[in-house]
């Protein structure tokens, strides 16, 4: 993270610089970026910005005269490639991951300071005096993340990495490493070469937000009393309602059906269906 950046329209914007090096976070990587990967992302932030789903944005990308090692399809050939970095932008780069590694070390007094940061800067709508605030935090990233995964599916969009470090808590889509667009309709497609088992899986995609979702809600605990417990586990509960709403909308958009009809969802799954065995 390099800086905030107040545009001329009033938005803030997180900048930061992918590829360009170690860092604190950076575990046993090099914290290097290849320029195929680089283009991608760029490419794809900008195709799911314009698409009308929430991500984040790329505003430049440099080519670096430094060589990357990297084992492209994780089977041993190791080889030579071109560094690039992204300078990439974002409202937040705050993900669920951000929280669930304070609560797994026990900086509860850190996560209650960045939480509340957090909402006072990116959920207006939660009053941040109120002692129900971390519930209606909850409660939004919930719907918002439903909704997200809805849009990924309406378009065929596989993030193919969809662990709680790349979940955002502001349900954009971050992240872009392996990921992929289907050509045609198959729940089994997986767009990323590691994932031998497909827990990343197009078909999956909203079950696994769902655990993400349930790993937040672990890391909120603490901080809540048992009576807001019990509703955030009701929130939770409601994450599947809210999603199969958001995809039945969207893919009725698409077919251009108007009002309802209990029809409607007969019709959805049989034309996902016959473009499966097409």
Partial sequence: LIGVYTNRH???????????GKTPYSRNGDGRAVLRSSVREFLCSEAMHYLGIPTSRAASLVVS???VWRDQ????????ERGAIVLR???SWFRIGS????????????QRRLLD????????SVALNDSNRYLDFFSIVVSETANLIALWMSVGFAHGVCNTDNFSLLSIT???GPF?????????????????EGRYKIGNQANIGLFNLSKLLQALKPLLDPRQKQLASQILEGYGKRYYMRFTELFKTKLGLLGENEDDNYLIAFLLKVSLLC
């Fill in 65 to 67: 005269d430094d060589d």
């Fill in 117 to 124: 940061f957090i909402i006072q800067e990116h959920f207006p």
């Fill in 180 to 196: 992929g667009f289907m050509d045609s309709y198959d729940p089994n497609f997986v767009p990323n070469t590691s994932d031998d």
């Fill in 174 to 176: 971050i992240d872009y």
């Fill in 89 to 91: 932008l974002a409202k």
């Fill in 73 to 80: 399809f994780y089977n041993g050939n190791i080889k030579k």
């Fill in 99 to 110: 929280l669930e590694i304070l609560a797994h070390s026990g900086e509860l007094d850190l």
């Fill in 10 to 20: 009033g938005e803030r914007w997180e900048l930061q610089l992918k590829g360009s």
